[in-house]
């Protein structure tokens, strides 16, 4: 896709569009998606398995992945099928460089977050996160401050990588530029961003609300429960990055796909 060079100013309404997008593309290749998700999840449980690297080599690829995401999303909306290896799109590109300096860029920014995080609750929540280590009763409450601290530094980072790899691969903007734009773009359009997450809480909460009352109504196992919220997060995953290929199309597509 040739983006634009500046991003569109948008209504707000049009964020609430960008989800009910995600869910036709999902719509039109359920399979597609399942076999694509599955051989991430997979790549990402054995990079977790890599002593030390387990750790950055998911964060540093992160961008680059998210592009290839967008790459899929964008073959289903043409009518083409999304073929596994557009998941690695991104580091097939002369871009590859930049792409891999934006991961460095995400990685140095993530350890900053946890470096914070860390000085509140003596590293509780990354315990937590990395190894599933639960708090004790006495971090609770330095853990969910963290934690709160964590969600608001997060928030300017992810409006600075929500366009960059689009930014990198498409436009061949450098790193830096495609941080600096994306993050300028989302914020103009704060509005739009503000209904697209109101209902991204909404559908989450209609979620939550639902399995808990069908647990109440048959008393549903562990196992069970487990069973009826992977598919659920599977659709959703799909979902969401269905979504965030709208939103790189009303931003900053053409005026033939914005439409």
């Known amino acids: ?132 280590q639960m708090p004790k009763p006495e971090q609770i409450s330095a853990v969910q401050t963290s934690g709160i601290v964590a969600f608001i530094l997060y928030i300017p980072v992810m409006m600075a990588f929500w366009f960059a790899p689009q930014l990198v691969v498409w436009s061949g903007f450098t790193p830096v530029k495609a941080l600096f734009y994306s993050f300028f773009a989302v914020w103009r359009n704060k509005g739009a961003f503000t209904r697209y997450a109101i209902t991204w809480i909404g559908l989450t909460l209609f979620v939550g609300v639902a399995m808990a009352l069908l647990n109440e109504i048959i008393k549903m196992k562990p196992s069970t429960v487990t069973a009826f919220l992977f598919p659920i997060t599977l659709i959703l995953m799909a979902v969401a990055h269905g979504s965030f290929y709208a939103s790189t199309k009303a931003v900053f597509g053409p005026e033939e796909e914005s439409a």
Do not use: N
């Open 1 to 132: 896709m040739r983006l634009l060079t500046e991003p569109r100013i948008l209504e707000s309404k049009v964020g609430a569009r960008w989800l009910s997008e995600g869910f036709r593309l999902f719509h039109q290749q359920p399979l597609g998606w399942t076999l694509i998700l599955f051989i991430y999840w997979a790549a990402m449980l054995m990079a977790a398995f890599i002593p030390i690297f387990g750790l950055v080599l998911p964060l540093l690829l992160t961008p680059g992945l998210s592009m290839g995401f967008i790459e899929i999303s964008q073959a289903i909306d043409r009518r083409e099928p999304p073929r596994p290896p557009l998941l690695i799109a991104a580091f097939r590109t002369a871009q590859v460089r930049s792409v891999l300096l934006l991961g460095a860029w995400y990685v140095l920014e993530i350890t900053v977050i946890m470096l914070v995080s860390y000085l509140i609750d003596d590293g509780a929540l990354l315990e937590w996160i990395t190894i599933g």
